[in-house]
């Protein structure tokens, strides 16, 4: 499906990348930072032109509103992220967003009145790269983590998050508030898979089944600073050298424990990281994922008991930071996203997410589902992601088949078989 539609989301696509531009093709647009705040003044001027109402709330999530009949009727929210990996893609939540502004502009468009408000979202810091953990905006929205405990996180130039959202929604001043969260109706969110089923299916768009489980850690290995040239090797509490030896032994027993396991170290910091100083402190994430939450919670159970093993001299704390299990989306909407596909004659097939998505929150809150589109290789979090226009469009087609039926619906959420 090539409409107006697919050339203007493309577009926009291409024009939101810019923000943040890295070498490569890549986006660094971090929770909270100026270039997110770019992004929203670009995003909220193409939602204004479609007569959608801007709004944020006190947890810095974006909202693009299109009025419906019944203003006290819960709403259809669809959207995703626009903040970005350091080193991210430019589809990764940047499509999602844009698709979802792409089907309320259409509905807008049509004349028709909704019954219900349609709300385009942008959940605040989805990533965790700047502020661990990732999803704040929705995990705060759904009630599933408190503001006072979010705006405390602190990135590593010791910046609390409270203090970044305040500073950005300086940079905002006559946008509404919208109160935290509420009843939502139904939530849909638009994504490039992260993985490499689609393409290697050569199917257009996926209908996500579920999430895959996740908990996240943090770990900090506590020794003692000393003189790299003088201390004796048995005298010595070395953070980085008993780090080293968790690490090892965290690989071997986890992340070998199964071919479905993901078991991720992707940040170390060390102090005093110098090179003639033994290391007083490590502090590691841990990122571990799988589909069959048993699996999961045993090898979540691990971490403390190996850490502590391998740690020799130095002390051990391990912080869980996310414990979200595996979850199904809402079967009526999966098939309704599956009707839609049919209708415009695209090919979609079901499919897990590996990666977590804000969705994962809705879906604790209301009726929510996912639309993937392929992306190649399966790359992401990497500056080489890419999407074709052709399955961005397909997604976006079906998203918005599904939108409009949500907005008509006489009352939500669908029940099974509702017809159009
Ligand atoms: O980490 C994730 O799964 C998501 O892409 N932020
Ligand atoms: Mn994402
Ligand atoms: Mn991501």
Excluded at 76 to 88: I, N, R, Y
Excluded at 312 to 328: D, I
Excluded at 340 to 367: F, K, N, Q, T, W
Aim: negative net charge; aromatic residues 4%.
């Amino acid at each position: 499906m090539a409409g107006p539609a697919s050339g203007r989301l493309w577009r926009r696509l291409m024009a939101l990348a810019e923000i943040g531009a890295i070498p490569g093709g890549g986006v660094d647009r971090q929770a909270l930072t100026a270039g997110e705040a770019e992004a929203w003044h670009l995003v909220i001027g193409w939602g204004r032109e479609a007569g959608l109402a801007p709004q944020t709330d006190e947890a810095g999530n974006l909202f693009l509103v299109l009025a419906g009949r019944d203003r006290a009727a819960p709403p259809v929210l669809l959207g995703s992220h626009l903040d970005t990996q350091p080193t991210g893609g430019r589809f990764d939540g940047a499509a999602g967003v844009l698709a979802a502004l792409d089907a309320v502009t259409d509905l807008a468009a049509g004349g028709r009145v909704p019954e219900r408000d349609c709300i385009v979202v942008a959940w605040m810091n989805e990533e965790g790269s700047r502020f661990a953990p990732g999803m704040m905006g929705s995990e705060a929205f759904c009630g599933l983590r408190g503001l006072a405990a979010i705006r405390a996180v602190r990135d590593a130039d010791g910046i609390g998050a409270g203090d970044a959202l305040d500073r950005f929604h300086a940079w905002f001043p006559d946008l509404p508030r919208r109160p935290l969260g509420g009843p939502v109706a139904t939530y849909l969110e638009l994504h490039i898979e992260q993985g490499p089923v689609l393409e290697a299916a050569g199917c257009p768009v996926g209908i996500v089944t579920g999430i895959q489980g996740k908990k996240t850690f943090s770990v900090c290995v506590s020794g003692v600073e000393g003189h790299a040239g003088t201390l004796a090797m048995s005298e010595r509490r070395d953070a980085v050298a008993a780090f080293a030896r968790c690490a090892a032994a965290l690989h071997g027993a986890i992340g070998g424990l199964d071919p479905a396991i993901k078991f991720t170290i992707g940040r170390v910091t060390v102090a005093p990281n110098a090179p003639s100083v033994i290391a007083r402190e490590v502090r590691f994430s841990i990122d571990l994922r799988h589909p069959d939450n048993t699996v999961l919670n045993a090898a979540g159970a691990w971490i403390e008991p190996l850490c502590r093993a391998e740690a020799g001299p130095c002390a051990v704390a391990v912080t869980p930071l996310v414990a979200a299990p595996s979850n199904a989306f809402d079967p009526v909407l999966r098939d309704r996203i599956a009707r839609a596909a049919a209708e415009l004659g695209i090919r979609a097939m079901p499919l897990l997410s590996a990666a977590g998505h804000d969705a994962r929150h809705l879906a604790s809150s209301c009726p929510s589902a996912m639309i993937f589109v392929p992306c190649r290789a399966g790359i992401s979090h990497a500056p080489a992601e890419w999407a074709e226009p052709a399955d961005l469009a397909a997604g976006a087609g079906v998203l918005a088949r599904v939108l409009h039926d949500l907005a008509f619906a006489d009352a939500l959420p669908l029940a099974r078989g509702d017809a159009r």
